[in-house]
């Protein structure tokens, strides 16, 4: 009801921007950047470098449209892509990207990350902010096959601002309602030619919008701060080299989830999330005759720590700690024909990776939970015995350490006849994951006895070790095709094309069961309830899919009109879930669904009418459904997966000026649209989030070295959820961010 009363907001501030051409308007071209960015990117290498003129689903969003939006993570380009949803809850770990019905909420993401060439393997560090951000680019549809494992979804490519191509400082301060601040500096400088520099570093702040009614604190409180080194050194014609060191801090605070049956944030133990990131990519770039050879090589370690009230509710359940410590490394060698001239190119390459993960994941007992979970239920099945646990408080302690390493080889030819345009290729990939765990108790309890007068007495005590260690082995080993024929049309009109792409998941260990697996173990000892075989459960399977696709690009009445669509059907095997074990339970499980099929369309359209206005439209659609899948408890069938939006809509009208007279070089004024949804939230389709938009704007005043501008998101006020989840049986959702605005200052002293 509140959507509906403010969508005419929408469209006439929507129409007066469209309307509000004057004859003082100044060109405003397609924004562009990204495809000629820097010396080196990694997309540019593998793809076309002119990405509408290979056949895949693209969006490239350049800098000044970044800019526009007030967007400095991945977040920010939720819904401006079509199908691309990225929903904002939780913390920074929960960073979760559903795309085209493919996503995860844990463990392995669905798409890729790639910043300056470094490919980001752990999706925990998905989340954060980056300064000078130069481009965005997202390839729908797998990318296994150049890209490998965990990329089936799509990749997401960004790119920062290269100090070969501008010198001098950029800072930038902004503050917004929530308390929310944010700043950042950068120092961009040439040596010589051909060696250039570059340091930045970015700061925020969020006070929060959502209080815990239990003490009164805001919950979504967060301090955040990064740093980024970048060089770029052309050593001679031939040999080129970039390094880009970068660092990351993040505090946040509780997760502001709402309890279902009284409407309420409300909750009694300590919730945060702790994140430390240090990444280097090194890449090196070889130019022969006819032939290039470079050598991308990255260090990436996390150290993260995710405390929780895991019940969500003003009782004393359990709490979950999650501290994890990942090192990988990562070398990808990429061989690639230069030969511009003839019809054959080719590319091939091999990658390597090793991560070693380090994790103590305890489930710390409370009064409230010993009492209702163990205790009730052991005097239930034996009165005249019944127990007393020796403390109120106990953990289930579990350890793990998860070394994983991979490698493959791939290789992509591509012929052109003329207008036609063929291409195919092939990645060989294997993977060996291990699992060493330490699971361990040491707590008791005492058994009274009922006396004849019905007053209990002491009648024994039963202490309880349980030290229980296990390794595990999981063996990868799959193959990639690909194949694409492309035709350009007549009349310089853009292409068409039709794509056929095998896509692959990792699959992984269920840590998060173990403390499942240790409280029935513990209940086992007792006499009362179930005792998991490990084995069955501490492992999922990959994931693997088959993606159809046609599309096309298209360009005509003289360049001010540019669209692409795409058609996709996507057929797959094992889609990985999370969901939560039958019963009350403390873990979560990944899980694999049987057959599961998604299809659907987007449709992206760039339009200038008259110089100075540039509209913008992007419509994804997908309907991803269960094929086969069936828990043992009920089948799925049919119903629809959860957490994907069924639609994504994005509308934009920019309007650029340049006044006559006076200081300010031009105005920039931005009106935006964002919708998203229906989405189910559960596997049986009794819980979704109806469709929903938000109103966004902007305007710009661009001096000589200096830009303000104020902005505005979610201004229809407009309520929604973002996440929904069950713990304890019982149902939570996040409701989402309220109306913002504030002000952004910008300095460019070149």
């Not at 380009?77 to 939780?90: A, H, K, M, R």
Request: charged content about 20%; glycine content about 10%; some cysteine.
């Amino acid at each position: 009801m509140a959507i509906s009363a403010k969508l005419p907001i929408i469209y006439v501030l929507f129409s007066a921007a469209i309307t509000a051409v004057g004859q003082s308007a100044v060109p405003l071209q397609p924004d562009s950047a990204g495809l000629q960015l820097s010396e080196l990117n990694v997309v540019a290498l593998k793809q076309d470098a002119r990405i509408r003129e290979d056949a895949v689903s693209a969006t490239v969003i350049g800098r000044a449209a970044l800019e526009e939006l007030n967007t400095v993570s991945l977040k920010g380009i939720s819904d401006v892509v079509p199908n691309l949803y990225i929903p904002d809850y939780g913390s920074r770990i929960t960073s979760s990207i559903y795309v085209r019905g493919l996503g995860a909420r844990m463990d392995h993401p669905a798409v890729g990350l790639n910043v300056d060439n470094v490919p980001y393997l752990n999706k925990n560090a998905y989340d954060f902010d980056i300064a000078d951000i130069e481009s965005v680019e997202m390839l729908r549809g797998p990318q296994s096959t150049l890209y490998g494992r965990n990329t089936m979804g799509g990749l997401i490519n960004v790119q920062t601002l290269s100090p070969m191509r501008w010198q001098g400082w950029r800072i930038m301060a902004e503050g917004g309602r929530g308390n929310d601040y944010r700043a950042s500096v950068g120092w961009y400088h040439k040596f010589t030619p051909g060696f250039a520099t570059s340091v930045s570093g970015n700061f925020s702040y969020l006070g929060g919008f959502f209080r815990n009614k239990n003490d009164g604190k805001l919950l979504d409180r967060e301090l955040a701060g990064g740093v980024r080194w970048k060089t770029n050194w052309r050593i001679s014609d031939r040999v080129y080299l970039q390094n880009v060191l970068a660092g990351s801090l993040l505090r946040q605070g509780g997760y502001p989830y709402e309890y279902i049956e009284t409407g309420e944030i409300n909750y009694n133990d300590t919730c945060f999330y702790r994140r430390f990131t240090v990444n280097d990519g090194l890449s090196l770039t070889y130019r022969g005759d006819g032939w290039s050879l470079v050598s991308i090589t990255t260090l990436q370690h996390i150290d993260d720590n995710m405390t929780l009230d895991q019940d969500f509710l003003p009782l004393s359940y359990f709490t979950l700690t999650q501290k994890q410590r990942e090192t990988a490394l990562t070398e990808d060698v990429v061989v690639k024909g230069t030969r511009n001239e003839g019809k054959y190119k080719w590319l091939a390459g091999f990658f390597g990776f090793f991560k070693h993960l380090d994790m103590n994941a305890p489930v710390t007992f409370k009064d409230t939970g010993i009492k209702s979970l163990i205790e009730t239920h052991r005097n239930n099945a034996n009165p005249d015995y019944p127990i007393v646990w020796d403390s109120r408080e106990f953990p289930l302690n579990s350890d793990f350490t998860i070394p994983t390493f991979g490698i493959a080889l791939y290789h992509e030819s591509k012929y052109d006849a003329g207008r036609w345009h063929f291409a195919g290729g092939v990645r060989l990939d294997y993977e060996q994951a291990q699992l060493k765990y330490y699971s361990h108790c040491d707590t008791g309890y005492q058994i009274l006895s009922r006396q004849p007068s019905g007053v209990f007495h002491s009648y024994d005590h039963v202490d309880i070790k349980i030290d229980d260690t296990g390794d595990f082995h999981r063996r990868y080993f799959t193959w990639m095709p690909k194949a694409s024929v492309l035709y350009d049309l007549p009349s310089d009109l853009g292409n068409v094309y039709a794509t056929v792409t095998k896509g692959y998941k990792s699959g992984g260990f269920n840590t998060q069961m173990f403390s499942e697996v240790l409280q029935q173990r513990l209940m086992h000892i007792m006499g009362i309830g179930k005792q998991y075989d490990v084995n069955s459960v501490v492992g999922y399977k990959p994931e693997y899919s088959w993606n159809y696709e046609i599309g096309t690009h298209l360009s005509f009445a003289e360049g001010k009109v540019q669209a692409e669509m795409s058609l996709f059907y996507i057929d797959c095997r094992d889609q990985q879930l999370t969901m939560f074990p039958e019963g009350t339970t403390t873990g979560r499980i990944m899980t694999n669904a049987g057959k599961t099929r998604s299809a659907g369309g987007e449709i992206s359209v760039k339009y200038i009418p008259v110089d100075g206005l540039l509209l913008n439209a992007a419509y994804g659609y997908t309907d991803a459904r269960f094929r086969e899948f069936n828990n043992g408890l009920h089948d799925y069938r049919g119903k629809v997966i959860p957490y994907v939006p069924r639609n994504t809509l994005f509308l934009q009208s920019v309007f650029t000026c340049s006044p006559r007279t006076g200081v300010i070089e031009h105005w920039t004024f931005d009106v935006n649209m964002k919708g998203t949804g229906k989405i189910y939230w559960n596997e049986d389709n009794t819980r979704w989030q109806d469709f929903y938009v938000q109103l966004g704007a902007s305007v710009s005043a661009e001096f000589k070295n200096i830009g303000i501008q104020l902005w505005g998101k979610n201004l229809t006020g407009t309520r929604y959820h973002t996440f929904y989840f069950m713990s304890m049986g019982n149902e939570f959702v996040q409701r989402g961010k309220p109306w913002q605005i504030g002000a952004t200052l910008r300095f460019n002293i070149n």
